[in-house]
């Protein structure tokens, strides 16, 4: 198989390069180990940033985000009781985030790529990125069943996040690691219950943080 760009990893980051370069006639293999079933029933976070909702419509793929999203132009910190609201779109120039669920905005990218003839294989296994730091050009293969495929391509790009083959690949003598572990951890419940407000409220007290 040969294509000029193979991405690794299709989740959102990963469609959505898919897509935009499709629009610049720029041809793409998308690389998924789990099920499309899988890719989409994974809940996420639902906040976009200015942005990103921006990128988006230039994708093509904002329509349903538009129509069915939620624009909030603020947001309000509780801080042990007292209520401070925060106008972005006073102090950031005009901007606003969007309340849209990462499921969805996948979901969109998905049915983009459907749309438009994009490659997206799943459920592939053993992954692995060769030749990447050579004079010559990349080329990734994975196992299918019992099979082993080739891809031939100008560019890989690693959009498989922090555990996947990607950041494996990379050579020891130019990979430099900063961690930072923080001594608590989030929990999130969904409840399908009317929203408490009409914007985001990030909340501080003596029993830890939240957002709701």
């Not at 193979?6 to 370069?21: D, T, V």
Request: charged share 30%.
């Amino acid at each position: 198989m040969k294509t000029q760009v193979c991405i690794i990893g299709g989740g959102p980051s990963g469609l959505m390069l898919s897509q935009l370069l499709h629009l610049k006639g720029i041809d793409t293999v998308v690389l998924e180990r789990h099920s499309r079933e899988y890719v989409l029933g994974r809940i996420r976070a639902g906040v976009l940033e200015h942005g990103f909702a921006e990128l988006m419509r230039e994708a093509q793929c904002g329509e349903r985000m538009d129509r069915e999203g939620e624009i909030h132009d603020g947001f309000e910190i509780a801080d042990n009781g007292i209520l401070k609201r925060v106008d972005l779109h006073k102090y950031s120039g005009g901007s606003s985030v969007m309340v849209y669920g990462q499921t969805e905005l996948t979901r969109d990218l998905y049915e983009a790529r459907d749309r438009m003839g994009g490659k997206v294989v799943h459920n592939v296994e053993d992954v692995a990125l060769h030749d990447l730091n050579t004079e010559g050009k990349p080329w990734v293969t994975y196992r299918d069943g019992d099979e082993v495929v080739r891809i031939d391509c100008d560019y890989v790009i690693g959009a498989d996040g922090f555990h996947g083959p990607s950041r494996k690949a990379i050579p020891k003598d130019v990979l430099t690691e900063y961690e930072k572990v923080y001594p608590f951890g989030w929990l999130g419940v969904l409840s399908r219950t009317k929203p408490v407000n009409p914007e985001l409220i990030y909340a501080k007290s003596e029993r830890g943080f939240a957002l709701c």
